[in-house]
């Protein structure tokens, strides 16, 4: 009866008259305080444009069983989570409970033991080099060794450095001023820094940097070869060799006096100054003609001095470098004035230590006004005299006199001098302080000047406190070779005379390995802070191994922002070691505490901190519980299937013989690989920076399958033997369906991994060193769901596959125990993306019955991203089809759904990795029923939707029988939401972000309002390992599903690596007779389309992909007339409030568009352009949305493309048109560089460049070097991702 009615249903309810009953019950996580149950009545009126002749019910409820027990049907049979999860019951285990306190301290002594070795390291070579000069006083050590004259034969490349280095030799970079008997103790330090780098494992750099200008090197390597290399004007040798904080004020006369020339010494001055220092001082900069102007950029600036962050020196520069000449004579004693009560302001709020030193540095050419200068003079000394007074004359002023064309008057540079040495006596202005002032010193500055040397070194002004201490900086970007690292320095005297400073670099990633993939207890994670309670690493935060640009400085506040924590970071601050247990409101709590719970259903739980200092350094170790604690599940002495092959991944190294090709990876049928991540092993950057070698893959295959326990562990987590041996039971399970199921041509790879990383994946497939399944959006989604069939995707398969969809399913220790928290296990299976939009033609024929016009079906997962929808398999191209959200396909049923409160949420999280206000949407998947239209805004469109019940998605439905009008804000040119001053929860947007701003002298949020929870962590990036290039032309592809032997659309629909061909390659002219064919040649249906793997990449014809890809659907005259009306006047208020909100956040970075200009004309001409056959005609876009074409786009400052830059690469574009590629909005961006990615609009090759941000979120990151995996290739541009998208774009300019 149900198969029959399917069959006759063409509208979603014909009944006389038409009534929809809706009865839904709603529980947000099963919370009794949250549920309510309501009987909807809505009452319709006949379908205005289309014939009602049948009276025939259609029950989504029946429809969304049918799917569900398809779903089902794929999980067990295709994927085996039934057969996997029996056997994971019948697993013994041993149970024990962690203890906060005792894991700190065996944490933390490892973390210790890593900062002890590089400190010895430190200390060895200060004893060498402080050992070297007593020698030297009799027998001079004077000889040095150029880095810029090293024979290339002396040189080889090493992955560690990421560049060519000789590693038996040092060599030396000099600064201008150095004196040919300076003492260089380098050949002495060779054999010690060799011997060094061979015992310390992570170490780079070794160096020593004289006070008399020699920077000493090791290993030997060429870099800075253009001019001199001035190292002591670098912030690890200020730091360490005046150790006490610093507050200092620099102040730029631009007046009238200044010429060009003199402003821009001043300004390339201050930026050395500010390039000079690091967050342990504190900065401001002013510019001073007749008023004085302070950084606009945060509104702090203007009253305090702010630490010398990364983010803060950024804005600073960009201060700096927009002074320009003014007209008005220079006030100097505002200037001073300014200076006086920002060092006042700050030390009042601070209440600063004794030793801070306190500067203010002036740069000017010293000119006073022709009528008044003698009154100027005295009234400068005066505010310095006062000002000062109130310091108790602490402060130094510094003054650098800026030429004229070589000519500076004496009276000028006696005024600089006087405002340095405080000279007010002089100008008859009486000392009315006790203490005597702390003299400066004034010094000339030309064009000739070499900067750091002169104003870089203002600090030898500053009294030396003889502090011979050891200092640990924080991130920073490697400048003589690539990633991140942390310098350990310390200054070296021979007596009281200075004599430099000795410095070791070490890796990010190893010092923090130990912290990033900490894998004790699954309600358990780990952090690492500084004393300031700066934020080094976090589960919010991506691996150190990916990030090309250090984390801004965020404070452990914004991270851990529940109730009760600002307690908790005072008592880890103050107390060396301790523990600390909050209570959390369930309403309050944080998404990854969540997803740790074992019964979500509570009003509030528990988290408990224990921390430690780790002893001699300035970081503090802490590791956070949610409680109730879940016990710690490790499986007991298993051993491998006898039927099951252990077959590494390494391929490569292995020569299997029955190797083929998955599309682009080197793989096998035969068996599946297994895969350790870095997760897997003890020493986890020791696994990612060296190469793999057949002998020890060889080594883990032996330990792996040896069930006798014998053989030496190579260096893997006393679990991943055993999680290895389980996970092989899905190995029969496996190869049986490759042989006798259905789908085969629709699968692309199925696998399974568990939370220490291993991976096992059929078909068997060499995988990147660095990939790591425990960070992909499918594994954290399935944990976020345990027990549900999760959906996860579209995106471009990294492997070549095209676009897919992945199914997940969490496997546990017991079926009784389905929460978070014991989840042991993920299994993944990857579709085509059109798959599943077949699952709803075939298993639902009312989706089938018109095409697609009218009655479009889709399927949505639990945050409102697509699954599947008429637009994403539209051969016309609404490319590309990575997440599209449902307030950006469907927004009449967008609008209407927000008005069901219990059914979705809009949420806010803050992303601190781009200073973001994410806005995302979270579906109840708790929901009873179904839900249809409650708002009566139209007539003629009618919607239901429903649960897919025992999954994280959604079925729905929209019947459309003539136009109807809806909107949702979804920006077309950037993520910025259109009002960030206020969020409603009916007002329908797409996922969108506003600007997080962040008090930068005190690093809290500068509006209270916007104290949301931190974002989840997001997911890495992806990298493609690429095999050697004959292999791909000699081996067979693995699945050979003879696209050109399908003859019928059915048949050739959804299949691996097939493409229904029917559209001609001009883009618009539909084939008279499709045919099947390989995705390569006409990918998305498109004979000649352009592949986003641009080296499968085909002719395209200048016709395709442009203007006709951003059209809408038709619509009649009158509702075109009207809509034509209300779109001019939505789009002025809308650019006008844009341009606005945009202009108000500067800081704010927009995502970069191609280049490319829209006439609004062609809106008016679509019809008459458009194929009349075409989907979009059939009305596949709704006609209930607005496309924004507008005028131009102007270009964009290298600082908003490089912020653009550290938030791409992952696998949603937050719903907007754009198909910008970021991550889903409660996943914040990560801080990695994507793989440049051509933007193809139109055919308009010669505006690609790497500042073109892609458009396409398949990217992939080239931020895995080369360097790390000898055996893997990197992408080079000719291997680039490229994808034809529609870009809208609008004025961006800040």
């Given at each position: 009866?149900?198969?029959?009615?399917?069959a006759g249903?063409?509208?979603?309810?014909?009944?006389?008259?038409?009534?929809?009953?809706?009865?839904?019950?709603?529980?947000?996580?099963?919370?009794?305080?949250?549920?309510?149950?309501?009987?909807?009545?809505?009452?319709?009126?006949?379908?205005?444009?289309?014939?009602?002749?049948?009276?025939?019910?259609?029950s989504?409820?029946?429809?969304?069983?049918?799917?569900?027990?398809?779903?089902?049907?794929?999980?067990?049979?295709?994927l085996?989570?039934?057969?996997?999860?029996?056997?994971?019951?019948?697993?013994?285990?041993?149970?024990?409970?962690?203890?906060?306190e005792?894991e700190?301290?065996?944490?933390?002594?490892?973390?210790?033991?890593?900062?002890?070795?590089?400190?010895?390291?430190?200390?060895?070579?200060?004893?060498?080099?402080?050992?070297?000069?007593?020698?030297?006083l009799?027998?001079?050590?004077?000889?040095?060794?150029?880095?810029?004259?090293?024979?290339?034969?002396?040189?080889d490349?090493?992955g560690?450095?990421?560049?060519?280095?000789?590693?038996?030799?040092?060599?030396?970079?000099?600064?201008?001023?150095?004196?040919?008997?300076?003492?260089?103790?380098g050949?002495?330090?060779?054999?010690?820094?060799?011997?060094?780098?061979k015992?310390?494992?992570?170490?780079?750099?070794?160096?020593f940097?004289?006070?008399?200008?020699?920077?000493?090197?090791?290993?030997?390597?060429k870099?800075?070869?253009?001019?001199?290399?001035?190292?002591?004007?670098?912030?690890?040798?200020?730091?360490?060799?005046?150790?006490?904080?610093?507050?200092?004020?620099?102040?730029?006369?631009?007046?009238?006096?200044?010429?060009?020339?003199?402003?821009?010494?001043?300004?390339?001055?201050?930026?050395?100054?500010?390039?000079?220092?690091?967050?342990h001082?504190?900065?401001?900069?002013?510019?001073?003609?007749?008023?004085?102007?302070?950084?606009?950029?945060?509104?702090?600036?203007k009253?305090?001095l702010?630490?010398?962050?990364?983010?803060?020196?950024?804005?600073?520069s960009?201060?700096?470098?927009n002074?320009?000449?003014?007209?008005?004579?220079?006030?100097h004693?505002?200037?001073?004035q300014?200076?006086?009560?920002?060092?006042?302001?700050?030390?009042?709020?601070?209440?600063?230590?004794?030793?801070?030193?306190?500067?203010?540095?002036?740069?000017?050419?010293?000119?006073?006004?022709?009528?008044?200068?003698?009154?100027?003079?005295?009234?400068?000394?005066?505010?310095?005299n006062?000002?000062?007074?109130?310091?108790?004359?602490t402060?130094?002023?510094?003054?650098?006199?800026?030429?004229?064309?070589?000519?500076?008057?004496?009276?000028?540079?006696?005024?600089?001098?006087?405002?340095a040495?405080?000279?007010?006596?002089?100008?008859?202005?009486?000392?009315?302080?006790?203490?005597?002032?702390?003299?400066g010193?004034?010094?000339?500055?030309?064009?000739?000047?070499?900067?750091?040397?002169t104003?870089g070194?203002?600090?030898?002004?500053?009294?030396?406190?003889?502090?011979?201490?050891a200092?640990?900086?924080?991130?920073?970007?490697?400048?003589?070779?690539?990633?991140?690292?942390?310098?350990?320095?310390?200054?070296?005297?021979?007596?009281?005379?200075?004599l430099?400073?000795?410095?070791?670099?070490?890796?990010l990633?190893?010092?923090l390995?130990?912290?990033?993939?900490?894998?004790?207890?699954?309600?358990s994670?780990?952090?690492?802070?500084?004393?300031?309670?700066?934020?080094?690493?976090?589960?919010?935060?991506?691996?150190?191994?990916?990030?090309?640009?250090?984390?801004l400085?965020?404070?452990?506040t914004?991270?851990?922002?529940?109730?009760?924590?600002?307690?908790?970071?005072?008592?880890?601050?103050?107390?060396?070691?301790?523990?600390q247990?909050?209570?959390?409101?369930?309403?309050?709590?944080?998404?990854?505490?969540?997803?740790?719970?074992r019964?979500?259903?509570?009003?509030?739980?528990?988290?408990?901190?224990?921390?430690?200092?780790?002893?001699?350094?300035?970081?503090?170790?802490?590791?956070?519980?949610?409680?109730?604690?879940?016990?710690?599940?490790?499986?007991?002495?298993?051993?491998?299937?006898?039927?099951?092959?252990?077959?590494?991944?390494?391929?490569d190294?292995?020569?299997?013989?029955s190797?083929?090709?998955?599309?682009?990876?080197?793989?096998?049928?035969?068996?599946?690989?297994?895969?350790?991540?870095?997760?897997?092993?003890s020493?986890?950057?020791e696994?990612?920076s060296?190469?793999?070698?057949?002998?020890?893959?060889?080594h883990?295959?032996?330990?792996?399958?040896?069930?006798?326990?014998?053989?030496?562990?190579?260096?893997?987590?006393?679990?991943?033997?055993?999680?290895?041996?389980?996970?092989?039971?899905?190995?029969?399970?496996?190869?049986?369906?490759?042989?006798?199921?259905?789908l085969?041509?629709?699968?692309?790879?199925?696998y399974?991994?568990?939370?220490?990383?291993?991976?096992?994946?059929?078909?068997g497939?060499?995988?990147?060193?660095?990939?790591?399944?425990?960070?992909?959006?499918?594994?954290?989604?399935?944990?976020?769901?345990?027990?549900l069939?999760?959906?996860?995707?579209?995106?471009l398969?990294?492997?070549?596959?095209?676009?897919?969809?992945?199914?997940?399913?969490?496997?546990?220790?017991?079926?009784?125990?389905m929460a978070?928290?014991?989840?042991?296990?993920?299994?993944?299976?990857?579709?085509?993306?059109?798959?599943?939009?077949?699952?709803?033609?075939?298993?639902?024929?009312?989706?089938?019955?018109?095409?697609?016009?009218?009655?479009?079906?889709?399927?949505?997962?639990?945050?409102?991203?697509?699954?599947?929808?008429?637009?994403?398999?539209?051969?016309?191209?609404?490319?590309p089809?990575?997440?599209?959200?449902?307030?950006?396909?469907?927004?009449?049923v967008?609008?209407?759904?927000?008005?069901h409160?219990?059914?979705v949420?809009?949420?806010?999280?803050?992303?601190?990795?781009?200073?973001?206000?994410?806005?995302?949407?979270?579906?109840?998947?708790?929901?009873?029923?179904?839900?249809?239209?409650?708002?009566?805004?139209?007539?003629?469109?009618?919607?239901r939707?429903?649960?897919?019940?025992?999954?994280?998605?959604?079925?729905?439905?929209?019947?459309?029988?003539?136009?109807?009008?809806?909107?949702?804000?979804?920006?077309?040119?950037?993520?910025?939401?259109?009002n960030?001053?206020?969020?409603?929860q009916n007002?329908?947007?797409?996922?969108?972000?506003c600007?997080?701003?962040?008090?930068?002298?005190?690093?809290?949020?500068?509006?209270?309002?916007?104290?949301?929870?931190?974002?989840?962590?997001?997911?890495?990036?992806?990298?493609?390992?690429?095999i050697?290039?004959s292999?791909?032309?000699?081996?067979?592809?693995?699945?050979?599903?003879?696209?050109?032997?399908?003859?019928?659309?059915?048949?050739?629909?959804?299949?691996?690596?097939?493409?229904?061909?029917?559209?001609?390659?001009?883009?618009?002219?539909?084939?008279?007779?499709?045919?099947?064919?390989?995705?390569?040649?006409?990918?998305?249906?498109?004979?000649?389309?352009?592949?986003?793997?641009?080296?499968?990449?085909?002719?395209?014809?200048?016709?395709?992909?442009?203007?006709?890809?951003?059209?809408?659907?038709?619509?009649?005259?009158?509702?075109?007339?009207i809509?034509?009306c209300?779109?001019?006047l939505?789009?002025?208020?809308?650019?006008?409030?844009?341009?606005?909100?945009?202009?108000?956040?500067?800081?704010?970075?927009?995502?970069?568009?191609?280049?490319?200009?829209?006439?609004?004309?062609?809106?008016?001409?679509?019809?008459d352009?458009?194929?009349e056959?075409?989907?979009?005609?059939?009305?596949?876009?709704?006609n209930?949305?607005?496309?924004?074409?507008?005028?131009?786009?102007?270009?964009?400052?290298p600082?908003?493309?490089r912020?653009?830059?550290?938030?791409?690469?992952?696998?949603?574009?937050?719903?907007?048109?754009?198909?910008?590629?970021?991550?889903?909005?409660?996943?914040?961006?990560?801080?990695?560089?994507?793989?440049?990615?051509?933007?193809?609009?139109?055919?308009?090759d010669?505006?690609?460049?790497?500042?073109?941000p892609?458009?396409?979120?398949?990217l992939?990151?080239?931020?895995?070097?080369?360097?790390?995996?000898?055996?893997?290739?990197?992408?080079?541009?000719?291997?680039?991702?490229?994808?034809?998208v529609?870009?809208?774009?609008?004025?961006?300019?800040?």
């Amino acid at each position: 009866m149900a198969s029959q009615r399917r069959a006759g249903s063409v509208l979603l309810s014909r009944v006389s008259p038409p009534v929809w009953s809706i009865h839904a019950a709603f529980c947000w996580n099963n919370e009794q305080a949250f549920c309510w149950t309501g009987l909807v009545v809505v009452l319709c009126t006949l379908m205005c444009c289309a014939p009602c002749n049948a009276e025939t019910e259609f029950s989504i409820l029946e429809e969304a069983q049918v799917l569900a027990n398809q779903m089902k049907r794929l999980s067990t049979e295709e994927l085996g989570v039934f057969t996997m999860q029996r056997i994971f019951n019948s697993f013994v285990y041993t149970e024990r409970n962690s203890n906060g306190e005792t894991e700190v301290q065996l944490l933390e002594k490892k973390i210790r033991e890593k900062f002890n070795r590089y400190l010895d390291v430190v200390n060895r070579n200060k004893q060498v080099v402080e050992a070297s000069y007593t020698a030297h006083l009799t027998s001079p050590l004077t000889a040095t060794q150029d880095c810029c004259t090293i024979p290339p034969s002396m040189l080889d490349f090493d992955g560690n450095f990421n560049t060519n280095v000789s590693k038996t030799i040092s060599c030396d970079r000099l600064s201008t001023t150095v004196n040919s008997r300076a003492f260089n103790p380098g050949r002495d330090l060779n054999s010690v820094l060799a011997d060094n780098l061979k015992s310390n494992p992570g170490i780079k750099w070794q160096y020593f940097s004289s006070e008399e200008g020699i920077f000493t090197v090791f290993p030997a390597h060429k870099f800075r070869c253009k001019g001199t290399y001035e190292h002591r004007s670098r912030p690890v040798y200020v730091s360490a060799v005046r150790p006490q904080p610093k507050h200092i004020v620099v102040i730029v006369d631009h007046g009238a006096s200044a010429t060009e020339t003199q402003i821009q010494i001043a300004k390339d001055a201050a930026q050395v100054i500010l390039n000079s220092i690091d967050e342990h001082d504190k900065i401001s900069m002013l510019a001073v003609a007749d008023a004085v102007r302070t950084c606009s950029l945060d509104q702090c600036y203007k009253a305090f001095l702010s630490p010398a962050t990364s983010e803060t020196k950024r804005k600073m520069s960009s201060f700096i470098s927009n002074i320009k000449s003014s007209d008005s004579p220079t006030q100097h004693a505002l200037g001073f004035q300014k200076a006086f009560q920002l060092l006042q302001g700050t030390h009042n709020v601070t209440r600063q230590k004794s030793n801070t030193d306190m500067v203010i540095i002036y740069l000017s050419s010293g000119i006073t006004s022709r009528d008044s200068s003698e009154d100027d003079k005295k009234a400068t000394l005066r505010v310095i005299n006062e000002e000062n007074g109130y310091l108790n004359n602490t402060v130094m002023i510094l003054t650098y006199a800026l030429m004229n064309e070589g000519v500076t008057g004496l009276k000028e540079l006696a005024f600089l001098r006087d405002l340095a040495e405080q000279n007010s006596a002089k100008y008859g202005v009486r000392n009315r302080a006790s203490l005597p002032v702390v003299k400066g010193s004034m010094m000339v500055l030309n064009q000739l000047s070499n900067l750091e040397t002169t104003v870089g070194r203002f600090y030898i002004n500053l009294p030396n406190r003889m502090i011979d201490v050891a200092i640990f900086s924080l991130p920073y970007n490697d400048e003589m070779g690539e990633g991140l690292i942390m310098t350990v320095v310390r200054p070296c005297y021979f007596g009281n005379l200075l004599l430099g400073i000795v410095g070791v670099d070490v890796n990010l990633a190893y010092i923090l390995e130990d912290v990033t993939y900490y894998q004790d207890s699954l309600a358990s994670y780990t952090f690492l802070i500084d004393n300031k309670g700066y934020t080094l690493m976090h589960p919010s935060l991506s691996r150190p191994y990916l990030l090309s640009e250090p984390p801004l400085h965020t404070d452990i506040t914004h991270y851990e922002n529940i109730p009760g924590f600002e307690l908790v970071r005072q008592n880890i601050l103050s107390l060396s070691l301790g523990s600390q247990v909050i209570a959390v409101p369930v309403n309050s709590s944080l998404s990854w505490h969540m997803n740790r719970l074992r019964d979500a259903s509570q009003e509030a739980y528990n988290v408990s901190y224990a921390w430690k200092l780790i002893q001699d350094t300035s970081f503090i170790l802490c590791i956070a519980y949610v409680q109730p604690e879940i016990p710690v599940k490790h499986l007991k002495n298993l051993n491998t299937v006898p039927s099951s092959k252990l077959l590494y991944h390494r391929l490569d190294l292995l020569g299997q013989p029955s190797a083929c090709l998955h599309f682009k990876h080197l793989a096998t049928v035969e068996s599946p690989t297994v895969m350790l991540s870095a997760g897997s092993f003890s020493s986890p950057y020791e696994h990612l920076s060296q190469p793999e070698t057949k002998r020890m893959v060889e080594h883990y295959t032996a330990y792996l399958s040896d069930n006798t326990r014998l053989i030496a562990n190579p260096g893997l987590k006393s679990s991943v033997r055993n999680e290895v041996m389980a996970t092989s039971h899905v190995t029969d399970e496996w190869m049986t369906q490759m042989e006798m199921s259905g789908l085969n041509s629709y699968i692309v790879r199925r696998y399974i991994a568990t939370p220490n990383g291993v991976l096992r994946i059929y078909p068997g497939s060499l995988m990147d060193k660095a990939f790591d399944p425990t960070r992909r959006q499918w594994y954290l989604h399935a944990v976020a769901n345990p027990g549900l069939i999760t959906f996860t995707g579209p995106y471009l398969d990294v492997g070549g596959a095209g676009y897919v969809v992945t199914i997940s399913h969490t496997i546990h220790a017991s079926s009784s125990q389905m929460a978070s928290g014991y989840a042991v296990a993920v299994m993944g299976i990857d579709f085509t993306l059109r798959y599943f939009y077949k699952v709803l033609l075939d298993l639902l024929p009312v989706c089938n019955q018109d095409r697609g016009n009218k009655i479009r079906c889709f399927i949505m997962e639990d945050r409102g991203y697509l699954v599947a929808h008429p637009t994403l398999i539209d051969p016309k191209g609404h490319a590309p089809v990575e997440q599209q959200h449902i307030t950006h396909k469907e927004p009449l049923v967008a609008n209407d759904i927000l008005n069901h409160p219990n059914f979705v949420k809009k949420n806010l999280c803050n992303s601190f990795s781009d200073r973001t206000v994410q806005r995302f949407y979270k579906f109840n998947t708790s929901i009873i029923g179904d839900l249809t239209n409650l708002v009566h805004g139209s007539h003629c469109s009618k919607y239901r939707l429903t649960r897919i019940p025992g999954t994280n998605a959604f079925a729905g439905i929209v019947n459309e029988t003539c136009d109807s009008l809806a909107f949702c804000a979804c920006s077309m040119v950037d993520r910025l939401c259109l009002n960030c001053h206020r969020m409603e929860q009916n007002e329908c947007e797409c996922p969108c972000e506003c600007p997080l701003e962040v008090n930068e002298c005190t690093g809290s949020l500068t509006n209270a309002e916007n104290r949301n929870p931190s974002c989840e962590v997001h997911q890495d990036p992806l990298s493609l390992t690429l095999i050697d290039p004959s292999l791909q032309d000699t081996l067979p592809q693995c699945i050979n599903t003879r696209c050109n032997q399908r003859f019928t659309s059915g048949d050739c629909f959804g299949v691996l690596d097939c493409e229904w061909c029917v559209v001609d390659s001009d883009g618009k002219t539909h084939l008279h007779k499709p045919y099947c064919a390989l995705q390569k040649e006409c990918f998305g249906g498109i004979v000649g389309a352009r592949s986003p793997y641009v080296d499968d990449m085909g002719i395209l014809s200048d016709e395709v992909i442009t203007l006709n890809m951003i059209k809408s659907a038709p619509v009649g005259p009158v509702a075109g007339g009207i809509m034509g009306c209300i779109m001019v006047l939505v789009l002025a208020v809308y650019a006008y409030r844009h341009q606005i909100h945009r202009r108000s956040h500067q800081h704010m970075s927009p995502l970069a568009a191609q280049e490319m200009s829209v006439r609004m004309s062609n809106l008016d001409n679509e019809r008459d352009e458009r194929d009349e056959d075409s989907h979009e005609d059939r009305g596949i876009m709704s006609n209930t949305r607005f496309i924004a074409a507008v005028i131009e786009r102007r270009s964009h400052s290298p600082e908003r493309r490089r912020r653009y830059w550290g938030r791409s690469g992952t696998e949603s574009d937050h719903g907007y048109s754009t198909m910008s590629p970021q991550e889903d909005s409660e996943n914040p961006p990560c801080n990695n560089d994507p793989l440049s990615a051509g933007v193809d609009v139109g055919n308009h090759d010669e505006d690609l460049d790497l500042d073109t941000p892609p458009q396409t979120a398949a990217l992939l990151s080239h931020k895995f070097h080369p360097y790390r995996h000898p055996h893997h290739y990197s992408l080079h541009p000719s291997h680039h991702l490229q994808a034809a998208v529609t870009v809208h774009t609008v004025d961006a300019e800040c």
